[in-house]
């Protein structure tokens, strides 16, 4: 059983910038795809990044691309969603999700993650 654990949340002005990790235990971290959504109230909820430990290749959201940056770290099983020029839009719960023995490619959005986090929220204030 697959379990992701978000941290790096908080509250930032905007123009501010935070990490956020997704921690995974219970599968081996090299050839899965690792993806971060996220949820504002009212809204759809909005893919935001995708990235294969398999290989490091990266997938992006329109709306945060130049902006954000995620990176994986294999031998500490974690994946690094870094979110830089932050913006009021930004705002919502953060989740990771996982797919195992799965690449990332251009369809990723519509791609079923088996394994969910419990979410870490941003906050930006204008």
């Known amino acids: 059983e697959a379990l992701l654990v978000e941290s790096g949340g908080g509250l930032v002005q905007a123009g501010g910038s935070l990490r956020l990790s997704c921690e995974a235990f219970?599968?081996?971290?090299?050839?899965?795809?690792i993806a971060w959504f996220r949820q504002a109230p009212g809204v759809e909820r909005e893919g935001v990044s995708c990235i294969s430990t398999s290989d490091g290749t990266t997938y992006y959201g329109d709306s945060v691309k130049g902006r954000f940056t995620v990176s994986s770290d294999n031998a500490k099983n974690t994946v690094y969603l870094q979110l830089n020029t932050l913006k009021p839009e930004d705002t919502g719960v953060y989740y990771c999700a996982a797919s195992l023995s799965l690449d990332c490619d251009y369809n990723w959005r519509h791609v079923i993650f088996g394994s969910w986090g419990q979410g870490t929220q941003v906050t930006v204030s204008s």
């Open positions: 219970g599968f081996t971290f090299d050839n899965d795809a």
